[in-house]
């Protein structure tokens, strides 16, 4: 994992971030004003992107998740729990995404309400991840089971 920084002109930010986000698997973007100038200073967590054919399985990427009716229950207390209008957060949206995707893995075949609804949330996390969808060749439910699999790993150290 590395840090990248960007100093670039304001209407060159999203481009940036956009082409950065197709090359690596980036954390969120963070955007600062640059000292003495009318630049933005871009700041981003990335890693080397896997490619697709290292996506895990959702065996590996759930082997240590709670029970679904755990999940349900943690996603809808945390909703509760923050003020109407207030950023929920991405652990909320990661592990609301994941539950609706273990939920349409029960489910035969991907066209089901549960697998569209997983799909949606998975695009969440992905925009909160600053992360287009093009980049992952309509992948949104591996990338939530990838992102899942490191958030538990760290979570658990």
Known sequence: ????????????SEHITTTLN????????RR?????TEKDRLYVTADHRP???SWPTPQEAYATAPSIISEIGWTAQAATDKPFGQ????????????VL???ALGHDGDTNDAADLATHAARHVM???????????????????????QWAKHKSQ
């Open 1 to 12: 994992m590395f840090e990248i920084r960007v100093i670039c002109d304001p209407a060159d």
């Open 22 to 29: 197709g090359l690596f698997d980036t954390g969120p973007v």
């Open 32 to 36: 600062y004003p640059s000292h003495g």
């Open 51 to 53: 490619h697709s054919d």
């Open 87 to 98: 950023d929920i957060g991405r652990e909320f949206w990661l592990r609301k995404a994941a």
């Open 101 to 103: 995707d273990r939920i």
């Open 127 to 149: 925009e909160a991840d600053g992360v287009t969808p093009g980049c992952l060749n309509g992948h949104p439910r591996q990338y939530v089971r990838q992102q899942y699999a």
